[in-house]
């Protein structure tokens, strides 16, 4: 049975950072692409950023490109999301997912498995 679980949201301030992960389990973790969403109440589910499978592409909302980083760690079954300059826009529950082989998608539809989801709200 696939498991996402995410950890490491909270409160910040404007222009500080925050560390997500997502710890996989019941998978071949290292062959899927793996993304972050975020969503806010009343609105749909939002792509932040993609990896692949070995970390060498990454993809990234234009909003958040310059300020986030996702990166993965196979060996540890571990997906992350650096957050740097943290805006009040960007306050959300952010969720990972886990994609498909071969290709990258920013379309929700794409992704089988998701997290629970971590709150993070910027203060202004």
């Known amino acids: 049975q696939v498991q996402l679980v995410e950890s490491g949201g909270g409160l910040v301030q404007a222009g500080g950072s925050l560390r997500l992960s997502c710890a996989a389990s019941g998978q071949t973790f290292s062959v899927y692409f793996m993304a972050w969403f975020r969503q806010v109440p009343g609105k749909d589910r939002e792509f932040v950023a993609a990896?692949?499978?070995?970390?060498?592409?990454?993809y990234y909302l234009d909003s958040v490109k310059g300020r986030f980083i996702i990166s993965r760690d196979n060996a540890k079954n571990r997906l992350y999301l650096q957050m740097n300059s943290l805006k009040p826009e960007d306050t959300a529950v952010y969720y990972c997912a886990r994609g498909g082989v071969s290709s990258y998608s920013s379309s929700q539809d794409d992704y089988e498995y998701w997290g629970q989801g971590t709150q993070v709200t910027v203060s202004s």
């Open positions: 990896i692949n499978w070995k970390g060498s592409s990454t």
